[in-house]
């Protein structure tokens, strides 16, 4: 990171450091504590933070506390039990919450980064494929909506 970093303030690149599974977060903390925001963010990944039920915190407390770190994201849901990729609305997410949070932090980009991943359903034809990106974009939409309201009611 002392190399890194350094190198990419040299060049306007900023570093994204994930949340991970089983839950990385006092670590993060660590290396925001080591290095400015103007170097190194998260890159926060909901499913992750999500995941599971036996760390302590949660990783919507984390994404609160941290929330000036935040340079990208990862959206998807899962049942709590593991990293699953689920589209959104369709797992234990607090998606509310999250909208809630997101206008309060240093993100400032699109509500474009979907991890959502077909692969466990086992379709693969054309026509489910379809299917699953217009579900995709409606659940993006959906989502961009709660954040905009969210915003302009004050987070």
């Not at 599974?21 to 990944?45: Q, S």
């Not at 309060?104 to 466990?120: A, F, I, Q, W």
């Not at 699953?132 to 004050?154: Q, T």
């Amino acid at each position: 990171m002392d190399v890194l970093c350094p190198y990419g303030k040299q060049h306007g690149v900023r570093l994204a450091l994930e949340n991970c599974l089983p839950g990385n977060f006092e670590t993060l903390e660590k290396y925001f504590g080591l290095y400015g925001a103007d170097v190194m963010g998260m890159c926060y990944d909901c499913g992750h933070g999500n995941a599971r039920v036996d760390w302590p915190g949660n990783g919507l407390d984390w994404l609160q506390k941290l929330r000036e770190r935040v340079v990208d994201m990862h959206l998807h849901d899962n049942d709590r039990s593991e990293d699953e990729h689920r589209m959104l609305f369709e797992g234990a997410m607090d998606w509310a919450r999250l909208a809630r949070i997101i206008p309060t932090t240093s993100y400032r980009k699109p509500v474009v980064p979907l991890e959502v991943s077909l692969d466990k359903s086992g379709e693969t034809s054309e026509g489910a494929q379809r299917a699953f990106l217009r579900r995709a974009a409606e659940a993006g939409r959906k989502f961009a909506a709660m954040i905009e309201a969210a915003g302009a009611a004050g987070g």
